[in-house]
């Protein structure tokens, strides 16, 4: 590689669509990033991944939703969203119009609701990818969650795959004995990506109602605070499937946290949570990232990508 | 109005009685704000487990020296770190946020009521609408008398200023509600504004009602992300369409219209809200 | 309860076993309790939990074996000890001399190797309870880690539990995907009770030198950043067998932390990484949970364990 | 000796060249430190995501006003913080610990070779070593000038004095171990004492070995407790029983007989080490 800091071209491939750079929003950390546009321009990202979702609208839990922890956060929304009808009215236009790509994060209770769900988004304008959150509750299997199930997971990825007209990333939970197990379940049914990770299952206690905060009692945690568990997910998946792409998420709040994202094995990130501390993070952490890799003199993103695996390093 | 995000100095950390008075150098900030509306602060510095922004009613915005200022209750690690923050210190501020108060299209008289630190936006709420020409009363209440942000400045503001606390440690013991109706009735009001406690807003939302007479209020909902993206700051407000709906206070408010908000049901999801009936197993 | 703030007795039941309070180190982060004197009594610790120990000396693993990561830490030691024998020797004796009770934490690469260290442990002075620790790695299955298999898991415990003369707690991994099943297993093996949790697996890569931080690539990630998890497990494992004694930890670093864990359900805690950043931290946490217990009214810790799934919240 | 852990009031904060030498008014820990000890300094304020204890040599102690001094060179995240404290700052230190330099039974001439800031111990060992009798000579290295702690002092406690930059803006262009040789036969030294990076450390270990003389040197591991509970600072040294074990440079260290650590090992687990043959899975 070369060691003079050269101009880098920030180009990323993921799962087969060409994106400008790899740095995306994290769903659920940015609506369907209109929000955003007073902080950055949802253009210059390398896509924006839209909220979670669903058939129908959705109220969501009841309040408190969050609570906040150190280094980290949890969240109890409940996907709440107005439903795939308004989201294609409404959301998706708006991003198209502004030359945005969206990634469009799809979630169901069944099989077929995220089928109903990826056919409905075909043809769809500044359609990129479709991410399936498979980590929400099975309601044919009393509410366990597809993404802790290889078989349950690999049926949604199977018929997502099927009804889309676009590549299907399967977004993983961290909560698995063996998440291995569950990526290569997600890529033989037809996954042409994964995304790692969803939030981890916690909860937080009020010490003086006595009582669980979140309405939801748990919830999920992100931020910093699980970014090792996020590296190391990436890294176990791309060691036993190299070949396989991986948006990696989780803590990402700087170039650096990014980087080590990329040489762990994604070709891509998400920032979600640090959109919270900082609404123009994802800017910022691609401006960071073109400076750390600069500095690196490396001249692509794919030259770093699961180098930590290889001794690329120094 | 659009908000920004930018690297605010504090030029003044000054007691106000059981409270601190920050004063922030953030020009673009004091440009759009308007009352009603708030701003979001990082919190902790560089090296933070803190993660959230913290939220804070504007209480004046100065285009000309673009000046902020803000009033701070110490409650927890981050009010704590923000009160206790050196002149001279660069905070990260976005803002302003959320939708402000909205003011009368013909001059009218109004009855201002704040809780505690709720006073905040309504020094420059009551100068505005006297601006416009209507009478302006003014109702501070708090637990006791250090917890009354501003009554020195109230008079400036306000044809009539009434105080209670739950104490009598200043003006009458009891409750901003307490005489609420009859002063509406007195000053012929046609507008109620109000800042606060939600037990408190939902009190005034009652009488205002009795009165016949539209009020707004300013929630405070604990929030995420302060911008709308985040989903964690909802409370069942009634449409226009009559239908129920999550709507994030941070962006569709935190002002609302008090006889929209369903008051006996925040914190729960009411069953016909819109959605409600999708949520089965999530 | 009563409201008025009286006098609490601390004292506590864990696993069958009379503890005068329900603040214990954490295995691993208290050595055998000698380096803490300086800054506390051990004797005034509900316990002291000792470092794993294993049946030989073991070197442990090449250095960096360590990584700071937000609200939390990565630690890749590798049960360097000294081997059963010395600790009988050196260890165990010094702490009864000072009137301290142990826990004995025990790690294996066998069943068989299990069931001798707790023969070894017979009779030992000082000795009021055996932690198994289950969370390392299973010779017989390649690696695979003991506490990830609830059969794996319950053969230990029935060899620990068959070769002990103490009550016997299973330490458990939050690793998994379902962690009542393997608390169920352990149980049903004979465990008395339940230690919850130990590390999360994670990672941390070097962003100059391009290369896992850790010599052991991968670590265990402690400290505040994870005890919303950590209170999550013990949440679900006592709502599901509520009548387990649980040991629980994780990121306790304050009174109020550790209270988190008894309304979940625990009857006990550890105070493990706090340690490094506070060398009197589970004296402290002992003072201030005394505190917040009288705030609240209560006089006894019984009063307080698994609260937060009763109505008896305010 | 005993360690203690106190809230200390950090009385100064001054520029050292490329450092900071931060003094601390901490009674019990001037009163029991010895030279080549450190201290371990809980950073970030209590609301710090950096959840680990820093590590700093003592420069000072002085048990009459019971103040220590420590020099810090900004590295990452929690000296970036420590540098920049306030006077005033109370900081929570444990301290004194490790072992310290051992002195000579008999007064005897010696060499002190220190890089960067590890002049810091040297300073009070020299006293020492003089107060015995001893001649003491300093050898004084860094990357260029700035990055020499203590240079000014340094005539005060030594005899000789040698300076070495890698830029030569200070003293000669070249490495402490340049003529080292040379300096040790010269001055009929019977002892070395060295602090500064591992490379320096095994380098002056081998001209000190090649001259026939011990030398004792403070090493730098990356420690999470600093107290001997976690088993992170290890280094492979070789026992009194010819036997190498994972030694722990925050307890048995950070001074080490030179001869006895194995320089070329460090960062490796050799396959002699005691209880290597046990680790096969984990
Ligand atoms: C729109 C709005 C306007 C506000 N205006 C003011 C003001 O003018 N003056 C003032 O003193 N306070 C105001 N608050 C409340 C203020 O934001 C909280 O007191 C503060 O966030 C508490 O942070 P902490 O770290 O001290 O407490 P902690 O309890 O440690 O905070 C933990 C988390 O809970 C959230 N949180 C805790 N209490 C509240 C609360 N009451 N409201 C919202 N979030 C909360 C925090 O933001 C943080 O994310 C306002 C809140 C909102 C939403
Ligand atoms: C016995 C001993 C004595 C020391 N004496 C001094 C001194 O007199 N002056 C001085 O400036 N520095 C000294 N150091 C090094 C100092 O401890 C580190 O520079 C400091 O911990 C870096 O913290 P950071 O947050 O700035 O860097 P970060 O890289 O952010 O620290 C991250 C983590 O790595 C650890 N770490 C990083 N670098 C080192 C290092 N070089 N040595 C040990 N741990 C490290 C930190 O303690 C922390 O846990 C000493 C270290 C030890 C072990
Ligand atoms: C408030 C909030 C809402 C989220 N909603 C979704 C969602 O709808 N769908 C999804 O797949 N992930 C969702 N996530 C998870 C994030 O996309 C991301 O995977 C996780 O938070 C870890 O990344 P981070 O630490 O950068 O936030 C949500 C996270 C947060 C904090
Ligand atoms: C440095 C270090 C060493 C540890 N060694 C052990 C061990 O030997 N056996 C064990 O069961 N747990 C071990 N643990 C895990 C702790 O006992 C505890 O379960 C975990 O760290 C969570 O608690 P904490 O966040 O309070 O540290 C170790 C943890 C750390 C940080
Ligand atoms: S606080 Fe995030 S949407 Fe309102
Ligand atoms: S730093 Fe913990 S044992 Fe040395």
């Known amino acids: 590689m070369a060691l003079t800091s050269t101009a880098v071209d920030l180009a990323t491939v993921l799962a087969g669509v060409a994106l400008p750079n790899p740095v995306l929003t994290a769903s659920g950390c940015a609506a369907a990033g209109r929000e955003l546009a007073p902080y950055l321009d949802p253009a210059e990202l390398g896509a924006v991944v839209t909220k979670s979702v669903m058939l129908r609208a959705r109220s969501g839990r009841a309040t408190p939703r969050m609570a906040e922890t150190p280094s980290g956060m949890l969240n109890s929304i409940g996907l709440q969203g107005p439903g795939i009808e308004a989201f294609l009215a409404d959301d998706l236009p708006w991003l198209a119009a502004r030359g945005a790509r969206a990634v469009v994060s799809i979630a169901g209770g069944s099989v077929a609701e995220f089928a109903e769900l990826a056919g409905r988004l075909a043809g769809a304008p500044g359609l990129a990818l479709i991410e399936a959150n498979i980590s929400c509750p099975n309601v044919a299997s009393r509410g366990q969650v597809f993404a802790c199930d290889p078989a349950a997971a690999a049926d949604v990825v199977a018929a997502v795959t099927a009804a889309a007209d676009v590549p299907v990333l399967a977004k993983l939970s961290p909560d698995v004995t063996d998440i291995v197990s569950i990526a290569r379940a997600c890529v033989a049914a037809g996954a042409a990506g994964l995304s790692m990770v969803n939030t981890l299952l916690g909860m937080v206690i009020d010490t003086d109602s006595l009582r669980p905060v979140l309405a939801g009692i748990t919830g999920g945690l992100s931020g910093p605070a699980i970014r090792p568990v996020a590296v190391r997910c990436v890294w176990q998946v791309h060691q036993a499937l190299p070949e396989v792409p991986i948006l990696g998420m989780g803590g990402i709040r700087s170039g650096r946290d990014a980087l080590q994202f990329l040489l762990a094995g994604a070709s891509a990130v998400s920032v979600g949570t640090a959109v919270f501390h900082d609404p123009s993070a994802p800017a910022r952490v691609l401006r960071e990232l073109r400076a750390d890799l600069a500095r690196l003199g490396f001249t692509r993103v794919s030259g770093v990508v699961g180098l930590a695996h290889r001794d690329g390093g120094r | ?282």
């Not at chain 2, 504090?10 to 601190?20: E, I, M, Q």
């Not at chain 2, 909802?234 to 009559?242: E, M, Q, T």
Request: hydrophobic share 45%.
């Open chain 2, 1 to 282: 109005m659009t908000p920004s995000q930018v690297d605010a100095r504090l030029v003044g950390n000054d007691p106000a009685g059981a409270y601190r008075l920050l004063t922030l150098h953030a020009p673009a900030v004091a440009g759009a704000a308007e009352p009603g509306q708030f701003v979001a602060l990082a919190v902790g510095g560089p090296d933070s487990a803190l993660l959230l922004r913290r939220s804070f009613a504007l209480y004046t915005a100065d285009p000309d020296q673009g000046l902020i200022g803000i009033v701070v209750a110490e409650h927890g690690a981050g009010t704590a770190w923000l009160v206790r923050a050196p002149v001279g210190t660069t905070l990260d501020v976005v803002g302003p946020l959320g939708r402000p108060f909205r003011l009368p299209s013909a001059p009218c008289p109004a009855v201002l009521v704040a809780g505690g630190y709720g006073s905040a936006p309504m020094f420059e709420l009551g100068r505005r609408l006297r601006a416009l020409g209507g009478a302006v009363h003014l109702v501070l209440g708090a637990a006791a008398a250090p917890r009354l942000f501003g009554l020195a400045e109230a008079t400036d503001v306000a044809d009539s200023v009434t105080v209670r606390t739950d104490d009598g440690s200043a003006g009458r013991r009891g409750l901003v509600t307490d005489g609420l109706g009859e002063l509406i009735e007195r000053t012929r009001a046609r507008q109620v504004y109000a800042c606060g406690p939600m037990a408190m807003l939902q009190a005034v939302a009652e009488v205002s009602a009795a009165c016949g007479i539209p009020a707004q209020v300013a929630v405070e909902e604990s929030m995420a992300c302060g911008i709308g993206v985040c989903m964690t700051c909802v409370l069942p407000v009634v449409g226009a369409d009559g239908r129920s709906r999550m709507v994030r206070s941070c962006a569709e408010g935190p002002v609302f219209d008090a006889d929209r908000v369903r008051w006996k049901d925040v914190g729960t999801l009411p069953a016909d809200v819109l959605g409600a009936e999708a949520m089965g197993w999530h």
